[in-house]
């Protein structure tokens, strides 16, 4: 963890120049989360990670998102393209075989959709959190610093953030000691015909230990404080700028050094605390419109917990994206987790 003159330093070899000093101000601690190998079996109980069974208080319900309201059905004809390449036309013309056969296999995925969506469903644990674990590394501003986080979120109907989505994702914080949690193990609806025909990775992510490591970050590239960066000195931060150049090859070469913690290419970043590593529209301020409340800003909202797609989990969210949850600070001081925003963005 490097400290804020050595970020500082580290701004200024990497090119930022004259930005360094004020990148560095500008810095936020955040705890890391590094990914493990995919491990099944050695997952100590209560400990932090990604996919797998969740350790639960005992008289916890597994968290269920409520039947969809009434589906606009597909009525159309099924995507002949994406099924059968170019010649599709030719297939339905003449009621070949393989135009049976695929128009078969899409009316039996329809159904299993529709089977999915009517009725409660159960949501896929993601991530669990040991914040004493990761208090015991860095202690963050607000945040507790004893009890356990539990995300459960549907992979199969994205919360994209509007208020209808927060029905699918659902946050469960709990300060039960460790002898009263207890080793979850996967809805039966999971090994339902209907699930391994919409997702046939599964419903249930292979877990990973998550490794907490304290950083000091700048602002990342697609954040609120580069925005306001941008607004002050325009001419040096706009898209193809010296100085925006400059930093997103600061970042290229931070990812590179680091793939444990941000994979190659920055693709895979866990993280808990700080800024948001945003795909899109900064994270908190986008969370902060979504909420409809006129009244808050950016600033008023935290990210609690930020988790990428990891592909050979079974975990993806959109193309490679990301969830987002956040919580308003004072909800969060509070530990009212259950008053949390989740979004998700991805390329």
């Given at each position: 963890?490097?400290?804020?003159?050595?970020?500082?330093?580290?701004?200024?070899?990497?090119?930022?120049?004259?930005?360094?000093?004020?990148l560095?101000?500008?810095?936020?601690?955040s705890?890391?989360?590094?990914?493990?190998?995919?491990?099944?079996?050695?997952?100590?109980?209560?400990?932090?990670?990604?996919?797998?069974?969740?350790?639960?208080?005992?008289?916890?319900?597994?968290?269920?998102?409520?039947?969809?309201?009434?589906?606009?059905?597909?009525?159309?004809?099924?995507?002949?393209?994406?099924?059968?390449?170019?010649?599709?036309?030719?297939?339905?013309?003449?009621?070949?075989?393989?135009?049976?056969?695929?128009?078969?296999?899409?009316?039996?995925?329809?159904?299993?959709?529709?089977?999915?969506?009517?009725?409660?469903?159960?949501?896929?644990?993601?991530?669990?959190?040991?914040?004493?674990?990761?208090?015991?590394?860095?202690?963050?501003?607000?945040?507790?610093?004893?009890?356990?986080?539990?995300?459960?979120?549907?992979?199969?109907?994205?919360?994209w953030?509007?208020?209808?989505?927060?029905?699918?994702?659902?946050?469960i914080?709990?300060?039960?000691?460790?002898?009263?949690?207890?080793?979850?193990?996967?809805?039966?609806?999971?090994?339902?015909?209907?699930?391994?025909?919409?997702m046939?990775?599964?419903f249930?992510?292979?877990?990973?230990?998550?490794?907490?490591?304290?950083?000091?970050m700048?602002?990342?590239?697609?954040?609120?404080?580069?925005?306001?960066?941008?607004?002050?000195?325009?001419?040096?931060w706009?898209?193809?700028?010296?100085?925006?150049?400059?930093y997103?090859?600061?970042?290229?070469?931070?990812?590179?050094r680091?793939?444990?913690?941000?994979?190659?290419?920055?693709?895979?970043?866990?993280?808990?605390?700080?800024?948001?590593?945003?795909?899109?529209?900064?994270?908190?301020?986008?969370?902060?419109?979504?909420?409809?409340?006129?009244?808050?800003?950016?600033?008023?909202?935290?990210?609690?917990?930020?988790?990428?797609?990891?592909?050979?989990?079974?975990?993806?969210?959109?193309d490679?994206?990301?969830?987002?949850?956040?919580?308003?600070?004072?909800?969060?001081?509070a530990?009212?987790?259950?008053?949390?925003?989740?979004?998700?963005?991805?390329?």
């Amino acid at each position: 963890m490097l400290s804020r003159p050595e970020l500082e330093s580290a701004l200024w070899q990497g090119g930022m120049g004259e930005h360094a000093a004020g990148l560095a101000r500008m810095a936020r601690y955040s705890i890391m989360l590094a990914p493990g190998p995919i491990d099944e079996t050695n997952m100590p109980l209560g400990s932090s990670r990604l996919g797998g069974e969740p350790d639960l208080p005992v008289d916890f319900d597994w968290p269920m998102r409520p039947a969809f309201e009434a589906q606009d059905n597909w009525t159309g004809p099924i995507p002949g393209r994406l099924l059968l390449g170019p010649s599709h036309w030719l297939h339905r013309l003449l009621g070949t075989e393989k135009w049976k056969q695929a128009s078969q296999a899409w009316q039996r995925a329809r159904d299993a959709e529709r089977s999915i969506r009517n009725r409660d469903w159960p949501l896929s644990f993601v991530a669990q959190i040991d914040f004493a674990e990761l208090h015991a590394v860095h202690a963050l501003d607000g945040f507790p610093s004893s009890g356990r986080l539990l995300l459960f979120c549907d992979p199969f109907d994205w919360p994209w953030g509007e208020k209808a989505d927060q029905a699918r994702t659902r946050a469960i914080y709990t300060e039960q000691p460790l002898e009263r949690l207890q080793r979850r193990r996967a809805p039966p609806e999971f090994a339902e015909p209907e699930a391994r025909q919409v997702m046939p990775r599964g419903f249930v992510f292979k877990p990973r230990l998550l490794r907490p490591a304290a950083w000091l970050m700048p602002p990342p590239l697609r954040s609120c404080a580069l925005d306001d960066l941008r607004a002050e000195r325009p001419g040096a931060w706009k898209q193809d700028g010296p100085a925006f150049s400059a930093y997103r090859q600061f970042w290229d070469d931070l990812h590179a050094r680091h793939p444990d913690i941000f994979a190659e290419q920055g693709q895979m970043i866990h993280q808990v605390g700080g800024s948001a590593f945003s795909i899109q529209e900064p994270v908190e301020r986008e969370t902060a419109r979504l909420t409809a409340d006129a009244s808050a800003t950016a600033e008023d909202w935290q990210l609690v917990l930020q988790i990428s797609s990891d592909v050979d989990a079974g975990m993806e969210w959109g193309d490679t994206g990301r969830l987002y949850l956040s919580a308003r600070k004072q909800d969060l001081a509070a530990r009212r987790f259950d008053q949390c925003w989740m979004l998700m963005q991805c390329y």
